[in-house]
């Protein structure tokens, strides 16, 4: 079970608009900032989002992020086949005192 | 260009030990913290420990799971980071990545580079 809670699929089709939620508490979302990161099967994670809602250079700006209160949000616009993969988010629990990640999400653009 | 390349991985008997390596490239490793995370068959990703940079004198933190098994260590001047593992569970398979984790200046942190991951099997 983990510590930050993700909806484990989401389906859209390509040009949509999709988000993906990620619960937490006040002692990793609440306080501490939120990444995000893609994995293409059969590869390593790719870092999407950091510091909450910022890109690293290279990433699309239809990819987007937000933090309110204890919860997270990854945003995808202009839905590609390309962007089939599992996302996780990931934080600080200052409470554990360890890096948590969610569960993952799998999006099917079909 | 900033390269992790992991090592080391392979089939191991429950009780076993394994040493993973990673090779880092592009960046002076003294200057960051470097992560383990490792993935399960088919499962999400899950951290296992870390060795934090210099100005913080390579402390190291471990997630309760494999706490007292595991030992992160690093050398600098080969640039290489270590996962002694010991004591392994078949719960430990999984693919491990090689993470490098950078400070935002705001007081974010993240993981901005990943290994391509070496997969461990522990099975009798």
């Known amino acids: 079970q983990s510590v930050l809670t993700q909806p484990p699929s989401l389906s859209a089709s390509p040009g949509q608009k999709v988000t993906i939620s990620c619960s937490g508490s006040s002692s990793n979302i609440g306080n501490n900032y939120v990444s995000w990161y893609q994995q293409l099967p059969g590869t390593a994670p790719k870092l999407l989002i950091y510091d909450n809602d910022r890109r690293p250079s290279g990433i699309p700006d239809r990819f987007s992020g937000s933090r309110s209160d204890t919860s997270a949000t990854l945003g995808i616009t202009g839905l590609q086949t390309g962007d089939e993969a599992d996302y996780y988010c990931?934080?600080?629990?200052?409470?554990?005192?360890?890096?948590?990640f969610g569960g993952g999400t799998k999006l099917t653009v079909l | 260009e900033v390269q992790l390349v992991e090592s080391g991985g392979g089939a191991v008997q429950p009780g076993g030990s394994l040493r993973l390596s990673c090779a880092a490239s592009g960046f002076t490793l003294s200057d960051h913290y470097m992560d383990w995370v490792r993935q399960a068959p088919g499962k999400g990703l899950e951290w296992v420990g870390r060795t934090r940079n210099k100005a913080k004198s390579y402390t190291t933190e471990y997630a309760a799971s494999v706490k007292g098994r595991f030992t992160i260590s690093r050398d600098n001047s080969e640039n290489s980071l270590y996962l002694q593992m010991n004591s392994l569970k078949t719960e430990d398979t999984a693919v491990y990545y090689c993470t490098r984790r950078t400070s935002s200046g705001d007081g974010g942190y993240y993981f901005d580079y990943w290994g391509q991951g070496t997969l461990v099997t522990v099975s009798s």
């Open positions: 990931e934080t600080w629990d200052s409470s554990l005192n360890v890096v948590v």
